[in-house]
């Protein structure tokens, strides 16, 4: 029977003050509360730089007529903002996030849906601060802007490749433009691919292994068959959207629900379908981001409302207002935007009067890159997101140690 060995065998062994020094920084390591939000390490150095903006006209005028938080995903920048007026003063908060795309909310709820898009995608549920717990070893100060608080995270499969999000019938759907389909988000963290267009059928299945078509937004109505949805093409091809080759210009479709066949053609790679019923009817509403524009879908055909300074993405409505959002255009994919100044573009969120089409008010990062989606929610229900940029600073250890939420 072999013997074993009764001698210290690890001679190279760590002095005590090494051993100090890696336990002091193990310790230290995953405080901060933006990392913990995030689950991301690095989110705790958002360069300020990104958070510097600009405004124009009365948009801070507009978002408190409304009485309403505007919510904004930064997807390159991986940072959701938020803004309201708040104590008749601006208010901007932020919260850092793995590249955010898809942002849905359920008013009735008090829920916000995010998804962020990395590999493997993940969907966050944020509810409003409702209150503080009490405790005896701090000081408890209540947030009377009841900021959005993560209180979910489900992981899903990257090939996903989720981008827009939404409400329908009361349940959260998401664009799998990886799969060229639009799936069904279980609170368990599953998936089921509900819809498609038919241009992906073939006569051994419908072609879900690959992005093909760019089917990226949602136009919500109360069921799937009544909704519509955004794509940059219905030609199914060896050139996909992510080849520098891959044809845009006035390829872009818009799909019907019931029929999975396109209504309108023309549009350079459209994004943020909505339907909007301000005027007391329904009408579908598209950014034609490859030219900058905003506008309406009537008798099957484009109609421009507005033009903007750069990448239209990011679209709501709210009593009378669309809210849209401008990105620069990266030059890599400047051949994406054949109707756009390159150089002109700019990162911002306009306030456009939807019967005239005149720009009320906007606000401008200089330092800005991408805005991917835009949605509200009342301002009496939540006034952003737990990180501040304007007004007062929290205490978010304390906040984050005793917060509650209904």
């Known amino acids: 029977m072999a013997k ?46 990104l958070l510097k903006y600009k405004v124009k006209g009365d948009f801070w005028a507009v978002l408190d007529s409304l009485q309403i938080t505007l919510l904004v995903g930064r997807e390159y920048e991986h940072l959701l903002l938020a803004l309201s ?20 909310v359920d008013r009735e709820k008090g829920i916000v849906h995010v998804a962020s898009t990395r590999n493997p995608n993940q969907i966050y549920d944020l509810a409003p601060m409702s209150g503080s717990m009490p405790r005896l070893d701090v000081e408890v100060s209540e947030q009377l802007d009841n900021p959005l608080l993560p209180v979910r995270s489900r992981f899903l499969p990257g090939c996903l490749y989720m981008h827009d999000l939404a409400m329908v019938g009361g349940e959260l759907y998401a664009n799998a433009v990886g799969h060229n389909a639009v799936v ?106 490859g030219y900058g524009e905003v506008g309406l879908i009537e008798d099957e055909r484009f109609h421009t409302v507005t033009k903007l300074p750069g990448w239209t993405r990011g679209l709501a409505f709210c009593r009378g207002v669309a809210f849209v959002g401008t990105s ?35 606000v401008a990062w200089p330092y800005g890159n991408q805005i ?31 917060f509650s939420t209904d």
């Open 4 to 49: 074993h060995a009764t001698t210290n065998e690890f001679v190279d062994c760590p002095s005590a003050d090494e051993m100090e020094d890696l336990w002091s920084r193990h310790s230290a390591a995953w405080r901060d509360t933006a990392q913990i939000t995030s689950h991301w390490q690095d989110a705790s150095n958002i360069d300020p730089l």
């Open 85 to 104: 007026n708040f104590d008749s003063a601006p208010h901007m908060t932020y919260m850092p996030m793995p590249h955010p795309s898809g942002l849905a």
């Open 184 to 289: 069904h988000l279980t609170s368990e963290g599953r998936y089921s691919r509900k819809w498609w267009p038919k241009c992906i059928d073939t006569p051994t299945g419908p072609a879900f292994g690959q992005n093909f078509i760019q089917l990226n937004s949602i136009a919500a109505g109360d069921t799937l068959s009544e909704s519509f949805f955004s794509a940059s093409s219905d030609k199914v091809s060896s050139r996909r959207p992510g080849h520098k080759n891959y044809p845009v210009d006035q390829r872009g479709v818009i799909f019907s629900g019931a029929t999975r066949e396109p209504i309108a053609r023309g549009l350079t790679r459209p994004h943020s379908a909505r339907l909007e019923h301000s005027t007391g009817r329904q009408r579908l509403w598209v950014d034609n981001s």
């Open 328 to 362: 620069r255009v990266i030059p890599k994919f400047s051949q994406y935007a054949p109707g756009l100044d390159v150089n002109a573009s700019i990162c911002a969120i306009h306030a456009i009067d939807i019967r005239s089409g005149k720009v009320l008010g906007s």
């Open 372 to 402: 991917f989606a835009i949605e509200w929610l009342p301002r009496a229900q939540s006034g952003g997101f737990p990180f501040s940029i304007t007004g007062p600073e929290r205490d978010c250890k304390t906040m984050f140690y005793t």
